[in-house]
């Protein structure tokens, strides 16, 4: 089995700079590309930015020059600074792992349970 497990978020003022992480765990043969997405009230998940094993990253327009994903091994970290009211989601991590199985190599895309970030003074 593989998780992903996210940390970081909660309330946070505007202009503040939370920093989330997620960590993959479980029987993993290799992690080709992690990222964040996030799901407003009402809206669809969108990709807010992601990484792949080589260390190419994506960003979505609203948060380019703001936020900043980076890895380290099994982990993906999201910095985030000068936070907007707009930001205020679910934050979800994401990433495409395969795993080893009997000799047969198996991929499959993963979720975490999903962290609330509220940006609110």
């Known amino acids: 089995q593989v998780q992903l497990v996210e940390s970081g978020g909660g309330l946070v003022q505007p202009g503040g700079s939370p920093r989330l992480s997620c960590t993959a765990s479980g029987s993993i043969f290799s992690i080709n590309r992690m990222g964040w997405y996030r799901q407003a009230p009402g809206q669809q998940r969108e990709l807010v930015a992601d990484?792949?094993?080589?260390?190419n990253t994506n960003y979505a327009d609203s948060v380019k020059g703001r936020f900043t994903i980076s890895r380290d091994k099994n982990t993906v970290f999201l910095q985030m600074n000068n936070l907007k009211p707009e930001d205020t989601a679910v934050y979800y991590c994401?990433?495409?792992?395969?795993?080893?199985?009997?000799?047969?190599?198996?991929?499959?895309?993963?979720w975490g349970q999903g962290t609330q970030v509220t940006v609110s003074s």
């Open positions: 990484v792949s094993s080589g260390g």
């Open positions: 994401n990433a495409d792992i395969t795993r080893l199985i009997a000799g047969v190599v198996w991929g499959n895309n993963y």
